[in-house]
């Protein structure tokens, strides 16, 4: 991740939970790319959601709250 920060220019952070995650999300503000983790088959349970959905809410809010309860990782 320190290479890709680097290598980008772009604005890159990491942090560590010891909560467990069943989903990951990136979130850029407009769209938010979510895969759940559990249960995955090949090519199965990715998703993509709008900013302005109720769905986008729900993921972006937990992802924040877990965001906030996590530890910095310096890259």
């Known amino acids: ?3 890709m920060k680097a290598a980008t220019g772009g604005r890159l952070s990491a942090r560590l939970t ?5 989903v990951g999300a990136v979130d850029t503000g407009s769209v938010l790319f979510a895969e759940y983790y559990t249960y995955q088959t090949p ?8 900013k302005g959905s109720a769905a986008y809410q729900v993921f972006h809010d937990e992802a924040e ?3 906030r309860d996590a ?3 310096e890259l």
Do not use: D, R
Not at 18 to 22: E, F, G, L
Not at 43 to 50: D, E, H, P, R
């Open 43 to 50: 090519g199965a349970s990715k998703f993509v959601l709008s």
């Open 18 to 22: 010891s909560h467990p995650m069943p």
């Open 71 to 73: 530890k910095q990782y």
């Open 65 to 67: 709250t877990l965001w």
């Open 1 to 3: 991740m320190t290479e």
